[in-house]
T-cell receptor, first 116, second 115 residues
Framework: DGGITQSPKYLFRKEGQNVTLSCEQN?????MYWYRQDPGQGLRLIYY???????QKGDIAEGYSVSREKKESFPLTVTSAQKNPTAFYLC???????????????FGDGTRLSIL | DAKTTQPNSMESNEEEPVHLPCNHS???????IHWYRQLPSQGPEYVIH???SNVNNRMASLAIAEDRKSSTLILHRATLRDAAVYYC????????????????FGKGTLLTVNP
């Protein structure tokens, strides 16, 4: 079955450490997204990518970085500059960007990041 | 995206129908109505979407008011697995550029299903 795989499911970070969250999709989708969800809250967009080697900042990109070297993969790095990284991180994809291609977005099962 | 209003929580019994309401009085003519649900510790899952006509799929039905200012997600026979937070989202599919690609999730409706 096609879908989005996020790993690991749980991740712990020490102060001052960068960590990378993995997101892989086999849906042949062009567009991919990273969201952050805090307890009891909605989703906030961190970064999105329309195509390989292209990505754009979302609403809360500070302290995060991404790459899109392959269509299937969109890893997110949480850098030490992100002062409050504890959250549930969700990766999503859609056929494309713009108009009806943007939806529906398909989500992975998330990575829960905590600070030690 | 236009705003939606949903009840904070609802309760149902197993194998009974559930009607989850959503108000969207400022909806525009090009806004699609989308429903997602999120089970505990999982990512959101697409349920259904529609524009003007009622829609059915294997998961649920979507009933849209004639004036489009409200809609109702219908689960015909609730199961324990349907316990989740349900989100009603409006999406103007003609919006382009910048962060218009994000999905704006509110707090949704927490559905509890009793055995």
């Amino acid at each position: 079955d096609g879908g989005i795989t996020q790993s690991p499911k749980y991740l712990f970070r020490k102060e001052g450490q960068n960590v990378t969250l993995s997101c892989e999709q086999n849906l042949n989708h062009d567009a991919m997204y990273w969201y952050r969800q805090d307890p009891g809250q909605g989703l906030r967009l961190i970064y999105y990518s329309q195509i390989v080697n292209d990505f754009q900042k979302g609403d809360i990109a500070e302290g995060y970085s991404v790459s899109r070297e392959k269509k299937e993969s969109f890893p997110l790095t949480v850098t030490s500059a992100q002062k409050n990284p504890t959250a549930f991180y969700l990766c999503a994809s859609s056929i494309g960007l713009g108009g009806v291609l943007t939806l529906p977005q398909h989500f992975g099962d998330g990575t829960r990041l905590s600070i030690l | 995206d236009a705003k939606t209003t949903q009840p904070n929580s609802m309760e149902s019994n197993e194998e009974e129908p559930v009607h989850l309401p959503c108000n969207h009085s400022t909806i525009s003519g090009t806004d699609y109505i989308h429903w997602y649900r999120q089970l505990p510790s999982q990512g959101p899952e697409y349920v259904i979407h529609g524009l003007t006509s009622n829609v059915n799929n294997r998961m649920a039905s979507l009933a849209i008011a004639e004036d489009r200012k409200s809609s109702t997600l219908i689960l015909h026979r609730a199961t324990l697995r349907d316990a989740a937070v349900y989100y009603c989202i409006l999406r103007d599919v003609e919006s382009e550029g910048g962060s218009n690609y994000k999905l704006t999730f509110g707090k949704g409706t927490l559905l509890t299903v009793n055995p």
